[in-house]
Structure formats: structure tokens, C-alpha cells
């Protein structure tokens, strides 16, 4: 295929200002009820969203004042920390999603988040560093603990998918595009998990399944995604076709084979296709059918995302995450993080069996796993 690199750029620049969020002892937010009293709530609709001015925060929808002290704020006989918090109201990026199936939450993370997690990926700032392999990346750096956790995309997933019950289908793994050298392997065309259209797995979600959204896909921007540094490409909006990408765009169960690029040059690049350019701290959702594929990076630098599926609780996880979470579960990032941020993990990372009398956690059988794969030839795959 001809690389012309001809994608629709859609940029999104870093906001001149941001909403404030206010974080109680335990992580939870501090917000205004139906009633128009203060309260705490695990969950960051637009209840929770507050405007930082003149020394004072104002309630972003019912305009309540409260006074500012060093960057606190006391409540109902507890202590808040004035946060970072998002570009919009929730509500704002909801409509967006509902409408396009995509949205960008452009730097709603802290630049000490940020920090935290380019160092997690030895990217950036600290792309001198060697990547810990032997830990989850959940358990090296309470910044993955916490966006991992991060309210408002999660307030945004579960609306979309219209349940509270959600999980995470894989524990949160750093993914890291170095300089294209014009010959490795690179992914193809596909949707993600639960779909896998265009992949070549078992299980696909057959085409047309009615109106059920299975699957959103949390995507972090690490380092500044530009076009030219491999940021995600897209066809956004695909995701309404029921449908996986044609195979003249290059799926990823062609692009499989690794002699495939030699072959045939690189997946469809051109201006049907659209890149998301967004500064590093930002989240971006799309559903999970949307075709999309990992960018091509053409820059000396490193660039890093967060990747994290996200499906209903019902939907079987894409791997077993236990060991992933008895490591995080061990760790200090599991001590340093927040009650709210504990909670939210455990019901994320791990599947619960309901009860009684089966209730607990739902596993894997280590021996059973080993033989399957034996008897694969050692494949796990896609």
C-alpha cells in the first residue's frame, strides 16, 4: 500500500483553563446534592465539578461558594484537597461520546500524573531509564494506580455502556512505539476486545449484535501524541457500522504474518483515516468497534499510551488478571493510594463469582492454562 501518511489530523491543544476537583481523606469527591447540601460521592458526575476563583471555589452547577485555605477546602467536618480537574462538565464530554462514539478529555490528568507515568514507560523525560519487567506497571507507580482509577472517564464508560458493573478486560500496561526503521511488523486494522474483528483470535463478537455497546476502549496519552510520533489511527465514527474494516486496509490478521509489510508496505494510511493529536495527560474513549490501528512513528523520541479495555462485568476478561492484582495488592502503590481508589481497583481488576453460596473471586487453574497452552504450541494468542 502506497505510505502517504494522508490521515485527517483532529488536534486538540492544551487548555488555557480547567475545572478544580475537590479530594477528601478517603478519595472521595466532594460535590452538591439534589438537595443542595454538600456531600461526598465515589462517582464524578457534574455534581462534583467546581470553578476556582477570587480564593473561593464555586459549584460549577449551582454556583455555592466555599472558601479557599492553602489549597483546601473544609466541609462537613472534613478536609479537601483542591485538585486538577477536567477541560468540560461530564455532561459536556457525555454528549460528545453518545454522539460520535469517541471523545478526547484533553490533559485531565495532573502534570505529576503524567510525570509518574512517562517514568513507569522510560519515555520522555525519562527515556534513559530501563522498564521494569518483572512488576505490573500497576504496582510500580501509584500515578498508574490513580489513572487507572481516574472518576470521570469511568463515570463516562459506565454511561455509555449503561451499567455500573464494569472491568477492566486486561490489568493497565504501558504500550511503547520507538522509530520506525521501515521493515518491522506493524498492527493492522482492527476493533478491539470484546469485538476483534480483523483479528486473528477466537471468540469474535459476531457482526450486527444488536444494540449492546460490550466494550470501550481508555486510551492514555503518555507522551504528546502527534501524527508523526505514532499517535493511534482511527476511523472514527466506524464504530456505527457494526462491522470490522475491509480487508484491503489491512487487518491486523494479515499484517499477523510477518513477512506481510514486506510484502504489501503499510496498513491503509490515507485521508479516510484520522489521527487524534492530543498532549500527553490526555485521555482518550472510543468504542470498542471502532477500526483503529497503533501509528507509525517516525521521530527519535519514544512515544507512550496507557492502554486499558474496558468491558461489562459480564463479559469474560481477555486474560487473567489475578497475579497482576495479588502483586498490586502486596505493593506500597496499593498502601499510598486512596480508599476510593482501592475500592474502585479490586472491582475493575477482579471478577467476582456471585453468591451465595459462590461468592468470591473468580480465577484461573494455573495447571489447566499450562496445559492449554502446551497444546497449543505455546500460543496465547492475539
Known amino acids: 500500500m502506497a505510505e502517504q501518511f ?37 462517582a464524578a458526575d457534574d455534581q462534583v465539578v467546581w470553578q476556582r476563583r477570587d480564593g473561593e471555589v464555586h459549584h460549577a452547577v449551582t454556583g455555592r461558594p466555599l472558601p479557599v485555605a492553602d489549597d483546601r477546602v473544609e466541609a462537613n467536618g472534613e478536609i479537601y484537597a483542591v ?95 520507538t522509530k520506525d526503521d521501515g521493515k518491522r511488523p506493524v498492527q493492522g486494522w482492527h476493533s478491539d476486545y470484546p469485538y476483534h474483528w480483523g483479528v486473528p483470535a477466537p471468540g469474535q463478537v459476531p457482526v450486527q449484535p444488536g444494540a449492546s455497546r460490550l466494550g470501550v476502549q481508555r486510551n492514555v496519552c503518555v507522551s504528546d501524541f502527534t501524527k508523526v510520533r505514532g499517535a ?60 483503529h ?10 512515544r507512550a499510551a496507557m492502554l486499558q479495555a474496558m468491558v461489562p462485568m459480564y463479559v469474560m476478561p481477555k486474560v487473567d488478571m489475578s497475579a497482576a492484582y495479588k502483586q498490586f495488592a502486596a505493593s506500597q502503590v496499593y498502601e499510598d493510594i486512596t480508599e476510593r481508589e482501592r475500592a474502585e481497583l479490586e472491582a475493575l481488576l477482579v471478577r467476582r463469582l456471585p453468591g451465595p453460596p459462590l461468592h468470591g473471586a473468580l480465577g484461573t487453574d494455573p495447571e489447566l492454562v499450562a496445559l492449554v497452552r502446551k497444546e497449543n504450541g505455546g500460543r496465547t494468542g492475539y
Not at 490501528?293 to 519514544?302: L, M
Open 6 to 42: 494522508a490521515e485527517r489530523v483532529v488536534k486538540f491543544e492544551r487548555p488555557d483553563r480547567f475545572y478544580s476537583l475537590l479530594i477528601g481523606p478517603d478519595g472521595k469527591l466532594l460535590g452538591v446534592d439534589d438537595g443542595g447540601e454538600t456531600a461526598s460521592f465515589a
Open 83 to 177: 485538585a486538577h480537574g477536567p477541560e468540560k462538565l461530564p455532561s459536556e464530554y457525555l454528549r460528545v461520546f453518545e454522539a460520535n462514539g469517541w471523545v478526547c478529555l484533553t490533559c485531565v490528568l495532573s502534570d505529576e500524573i503524567v510525570d509518574g507515568l512517562r517514568r513507569v514507560a522510560c519515555t520522555d523525560q525519562y527515556a534513559g531509564l530501563d522498564p521494569d519487567r518483572k512488576r505490573a506497571a500497576i504496582s510500580q507507580h501509584v500515578a498508574v494506580a490513580q489513572t487507572a482509577a481516574e472518576p470521570i472517564s469511568l463515570w463516562l464508560i459506565r454511561q455509555y455502556m449503561g451499567t455500573e458493573d464494569i472491568s477492566m478486560a486486561h490489568s493497565p500496561g504501558m504500550a511503547v512505539l
Open 232 to 291: 493511534t489511527a482511527f476511523k472514527l465514527g466506524s464504530h456505527a457500522r457494526n462491522e470490522g474494516p475491509p480487508d484491503d486496509w489491512g487487518t491486523a490478521a494479515r499484517y499477523a504474518s510477518r513477512s506481510y509489510r514486506a510484502e504489501h508496505g503499510l496498513p491503509y494510511n490515507g485521508p479516510d483515516a484520522d489521527i487524534v493529536e492530543a498532549p500527553g495527560g490526555s485521555i482518550i474513549l472510543y468504542d470498542s468497534r471502532t477500526w
Open 293 to 302: 490501528r497503533a501509528g507509525v512513528n517516525r521521530t527519535d523520541d519514544k
